[in-house]
């Protein structure tokens, strides 16, 4: 079957460095994505990878290994704004995205 | 602002109740989604419009009924819910259903089903 696998919370400091894992299984693959959802709000788009590396924007990078399974969301410099839901999504290869359950960060001062 | 409008943002109804759900997208995109979110779930994706045409059911019980006049709006009518319904309904679109991976989600209409 397919499946995504994140974890369910994570706390971290105001100003330090977080690292949201995410492992996927899918019938074929056509890129892994990031989103952000604030409690309350939409989720928005926050990245995509199709091929092996690292992609950054900003103070949000993301990595994807394809022979793995796993890509990762990094987030720097922490603020208290980045405290919000990640989900994860893969692609298959009828362009169906599979998501995640989502990762709740928590950011503490 | 994501470019999604969906109304009302909040919804509560009885069982027996018939309402409808409206979303409305000002980016010319040409596919859109009504996703289901439960607490700690991951998105459950319900149907999708390519170009008004529906191109995914995904095994949706019939009391959900959704309706796209054309690309820009996108109707989901409910009827005889069940509690178990009870969830934020997601409506999302894309400029194709290839960008599928590049939503933009509106806010979402938070149902309850008493």
């Given at each position: 079957?397919?499946?995504?696998?994140?974890?369910?919370?994570?706390?971290?400091?105001?100003?330090?460095?977080?690292?949201?894992?995410?492992?996927?299984?899918?019938?074929?693959?056509?890129?892994?994505?990031?989103?952000?959802?604030?409690?309350?709000?939409?989720?928005?788009?926050?990245?995509?990878?199709?091929?092996?590396?690292?992609?950054?924007?900003?103070?949000?990078?993301?990595?994807?290994?394809?022979?793995?399974?796993?890509?990762?969301?990094?987030?720097?410099?922490?603020?208290?704004?980045?405290?919000?839901?990640y989900?994860?999504?893969?692609?298959?290869?009828?362009?169906?995205?599979?998501?995640?359950?989502?990762?709740?960060?928590?950011?503490?001062? | 602002?994501?470019?999604?409008?969906?109304?009302?943002?909040?919804?509560?109804?009885?069982?027996?109740?018939?309402?409808?759900?409206?979303?409305?997208?000002?980016?010319?995109?040409?596919?859109?989604?009504?996703?289901?979110?439960?607490?700690?779930?991951?998105?459950?994706?319900?149907?999708?419009?390519?170009?008004?045409e529906?191109?995914?059911?995904?095994?949706?019980?019939?009391?959900?009924?959704?309706?796209?006049?054309?690309?820009?709006?996108?109707?989901?009518?409910?009827?005889?819910?069940?509690?178990?319904?009870?969830?934020?309904?997601?409506?999302a679109?894309?400029?194709?259903?290839?960008?599928?991976?590049?939503?933009?989600?509106?806010?979402?209409?938070?149902?309850?089903?008493?």
């Amino acid at each position: 079957g397919q499946n995504i696998d994140q974890p369910t919370e994570m706390t971290a400091t105001e100003g330090a460095i977080v690292q949201i894992n995410c492992t996927y299984q899918t019938s074929g693959f056509n890129g892994l994505f990031w989103y952000q959802q604030h409690a309350g709000e939409a989720p928005t788009f926050l990245s995509y990878n199709v091929l092996d590396g690292l992609e950054e924007k900003g103070r949000f990078s993301s990595f994807l290994s394809r022979s793995k399974g796993y890509s990762y969301l990094l987030l720097k410099e922490l603020q208290m704004k980045d405290s919000a839901s990640y989900l994860c999504a893969a692609m298959d290869s009828n362009y169906q995205l599979i998501w995640g359950a989502g990762t709740k960060l928590i950011i503490k001062p | 602002e994501t470019g999604v409008t969906q109304t009302p943002r909040h919804l509560v109804m009885g069982m027996t109740n018939k309402k409808s759900l409206k979303c409305e997208q000002h980016l010319g995109h040409n596919a859109m989604y009504w996703y289901k979110q439960s607490a700690k779930k991951p998105l459950e994706l319900m149907f999708v419009y390519n170009f008004k045409e529906q191109t995914e059911n995904n095994s949706v019980p019939s009391r959900f009924s959704p309706e796209c006049p054309n690309s820009s709006h996108l109707f989901l009518h409910l009827h005889t819910l069940q509690p178990e319904d009870s969830a934020l309904y997601l409506c999302a679109s894309s400029q194709g259903e290839l960008e599928a991976g590049e939503l933009f989600f509106g806010e979402g209409s938070r149902l309850t089903v008493l």
